[in-house]
């Protein structure tokens, strides 16, 4: 009889069932183990719940970032883009090289949705002195939805825009992927990085004076 005791134990202990809890109050995931003998225990050893609680935290960060107001958003954004209190989002060897703001002629700071940009090309290479001007459309459901940029001039030759100037962020090298924590400053500066492409190089430094 003992010895049926301990082969039902053991079976007991071989099935679980494993619950992920959402508390939203403390905006954590809390993991363990639900047991026949309606026990709980840890999910996991001690490594493998801080992993899964830095995952956790991550997650929670991503969706209150793409929560946020859209407005509040792009709010930040232009006091960046303008320089308030030392703030810039374009670093790197991009500072000083993309410009952009809200286009005031035709926004009327409500909805936020008209911004013009300029960039200026890759230094020591043949696009070193052009300088692209582009507008910016930004959609009621940004930042979910990338901001749709559109070259005015010159003309550029680059895979990831087509015959009108809209650029197709999917279609940017290496491969961009727009995702609701990323920002305006973010798209053009892959927009840059994708000038630095010899092919790029060699098929638009004959397009100075053009436009779209």
Not at 110 to 126: E, V
Not at 131 to 145: G, L, Q, R, S, T
Not at 187 to 193: F, G
Request: net charge positive.
């Amino acid at each position: 009889e003992r010895e049926r005791k301990k082969e039902r134990e053991k079976v007991c202990l071989s099935v679980c069932v494993c619950v992920c809890v959402w508390r939203r109050d403390q905006k954590k995931f809390f993991y363990f183990c639900v047991w026949p003998e309606g026990k709980s225990r840890p999910f996991g050893d001690e490594k493998e719940q801080t992993r899964r609680k830095k995952r956790a935290e991550t997650d929670t960060k991503k969706e209150n970032m793409a929560a946020m107001p859209r407005n509040f958003k792009l709010l930040e954004e232009y006091d960046c883009a303008i320089g308030k209190e030392g703030k810039s989002l374009v670093t790197g060897k991009h500072m000083g090289l993309i410009h952009y703001g809200l286009d005031e002629e035709r926004d009327d700071n409500t909805n936020l949705h008209h911004w013009r940009a300029s960039i200026i090309g890759p230094q020591d290479t043949n696009l070193g002195e052009f300088m692209y001007e582009m507008v910016i459309f930004v959609p009621d459901n940004y930042p979910k939805a990338a901001p749709k940029v559109k070259f005015i001039q010159p003309k550029v030759s680059m895979g990831a825009v087509n015959s009108k100037g809209e650029v197709d962020p999917n279609k940017l090298d290496p491969k961009f992927r727009w995702s609701p924590e990323m920002n305006i400053a973010d798209i053009l500066r892959a927009i840059r990085e994708n000038l630095y492409n010899n092919s790029v190089i060699k098929h638009s430094q004959n397009l100075q004076g053009t436009s779209y």
